[in-house]
């Protein structure tokens, strides 16, 4: 899964791809799940998400984000 942001032959992990997803999901509103040190710095390298200073606890998914999910599957 490469995006195009940045370094366009990074991928991210499986890991990383699930928790994107679930984000992403309006069904979960404030019980998405609690995400890892390693998965939120891959997403927020990526500029998928965003966090709340300098707590992982509140995450939003970011415009870049949206489109990597909306991007069929290569």
């Known amino acids: 899964m490469t995006h195009e942001t940045g370094n366009p032959t990074r991928t991210l ?3 990383a791809r699930w928790a994107l997803d679930h984000i992403a999901d309006k069904r979960y509103g ?3 799940p609690a995400l890892s040190w390693s998965v939120t710095q891959e997403l927020t390298d990526a500029g998928f998400i965003t966090t709340s200073g300098r707590s992982r606890s509140t995450v939003s998914i970011t415009q870049a984000g949206h ?3 909306r991007r069929p599957a290569g």
């Open 67 to 69: 489109t990597f999910l």
């Open 30 to 32: 404030s019980d998405t």
């Open 13 to 15: 992990s499986h890991s």
